[in-house]
């Protein structure tokens, strides 16, 4: 009797040590794949959802897409954010903050879209790159003019698109007067070139306080000057910090450019497949 009674001893102790050998095989396991996942993060690609309607008709609310941050080279702004812990690039990487400078720099170019660091509360945001530094930028009744010159816009139809609840946050889109109930949300449509070439749509749904901005505004150096495509519905270079706009953005701030959307959902979850817009899945950003 004691002799099996020992055999289940050791067959308890042995099972003992196979459980704690595997869990530490596992918490390893978990250990190197977010070690990869962050050093994958921090220096090629960065995931981005689009939260707001501040880019349509080029981004839409619901879309995801990764964010090459070897594009611009590396920053403070580079170092990637701890999920849920409240930790922030600027926690990790803030000591490099201030000096404007990046590892392996290069210019954007023009017409860019990109996400960058807001200047004072650190937020992601995602805009086009409409001003140099040393660019002369003016907006008159909603016409952009860079160094002097207008820029060309283009009639290019009405944007149309369901006047309902929109992501997460529920957000109804703003529209061209007062649809009645059931009705599309129509947007005017342009298509707007800038100086180099580019060309992008815009949206216009009328006049707002957005189409003419104070003066002139001159694009220090080592900044930059942001918009939204979305003309009425942005938050941006138009606008200092002080008005909750962006002002211009510091070099060392951009995180990376937005080249392709992944994967696209209007609903306020991506496991609601039936929401997804499998036309806009791998679609380029111009």
Not at 84 to 104: E, M, S, V, Y
Not at 149 to 160: C, D, N, R, S, T
């Amino acid at each position: 009797m004691a002799f099996g009674r020992d055999r289940r001893e050791t067959a308890n102790e042995a099972e003992d040590v196979g459980f704690v050998a595997g869990l530490w095989e596992t918490v390893k396991t978990v250990f190197w794949a977010l070690l990869i996942a962050g050093v994958f993060r921090s220096l090629f690609f960065q995931p981005f959802w689009i939260p707001s309607g501040s880019m349509k008709d080029t981004l839409l609310i619901g879309d995801f897409l990764f964010v090459n941050k070897m594009a611009y080279g590396y920053s403070y702004a580079s170092c990637p954010s701890v999920p849920f812990t409240g930790i922030d690039a600027h926690d990790i990487c803030g000591f490099l903050d201030g000096d404007n400078t990046r590892i392996w720099g290069e210019m954007p170019e023009r017409g860019d879209v990109v996400v960058f660091r807001h200047p004072v509360t650190g937020e992601d945001y995602i805009k086009r790159l409409i001003g140099l530094p040393g660019d002369r930028v003016q907006i008159r009744d909603g016409q952009v003019i860079i160094n002097d010159e207008p820029l060309k816009v283009e009639v290019a139809g009405q944007f149309e698109e369901a006047n309902l609840p929109q992501g997460p946050k529920g957000s109804l889109p703003s529209c061209l007067g007062n649809p009645e109930p059931g009705a599309p949300c129509l947007s005017n449509r342009y298509i707007e070139t800038l100086p180099n070439g580019v060309s992008h749509n815009i949206l216009d749904i009328g006049p707002s306080v957005a189409d003419n901005p104070r003066g002139v505004f001159t694009v220090p150096e080592g900044h930059f000057f942001f918009m939204g495509d979305n003309r009425d519905n942005s938050l941006d270079s138009r606008f200092s910090q002080a008005e909750r706009g962006v002002g211009f953005v510091p070099f060392e701030n951009l995180v990376g450019r937005a080249d392709r959307v992944i994967f696209s959902s209007a609903g306020r979850s991506m496991l609601a497949f039936w929401t997804w817009r499998p036309d806009r899945f791998f679609l380029g950003i111009d």
